[in-house]
């Protein structure tokens, strides 16, 4: 990550994204953790499409159908979102190899209840979804 800074656009500060060096993860997201992700404690490449939402980073994960929520102070990855159900196994043949998650978007008010969604979709996907964000806290 890069911080730039607003007026000159100089870069202010950089932070690696990394998965957490213990088993776990930080925080109850209420969503998944790191079941069958190997390399705890290596960066995470191939991010995208950066939301900020109450204060952390979401981000598309190229290549995959799945969100990283992201702690911009340190770095650490908090959590996971996993999409790869969204679509149907018909919806999915239709689609090639390249046809993957690459669009986020986050709405504060659309989730209802005083709560954010986000809403999601790919490379020539046949919908566009709408998500309400887990809740985020300690």
Known sequence: LHEL????????RRVRVRLPSGG?????????????VGGLGREL?????LQW????LWANVWGQERLACIDPTSGIVRGFADLSLLLTP???RRLSAEDVLNGIA????????????????????????KIAMPSIGG
């Open 24 to 36: 776990g993860f930080g925080g109850a997201m209420g969503f998944g953790g790191f079941p069958g």
């Open 90 to 92: 018909d919806e999915r």
């Open 53 to 56: 939402v109450d204060g952390m």
């Open 45 to 49: 490449n191939y991010i995208n499409d």
């Open 5 to 12: 800074d607003g007026a000159s656009l100089a870069v202010r």
């Open 106 to 129: 986050y709405d504060p008010e659309g989730g209802g209840k005083g709560r954010g969604c986000l809403y999601v979709t790919g490379k020539n996907w046949p919908r566009l979804f």
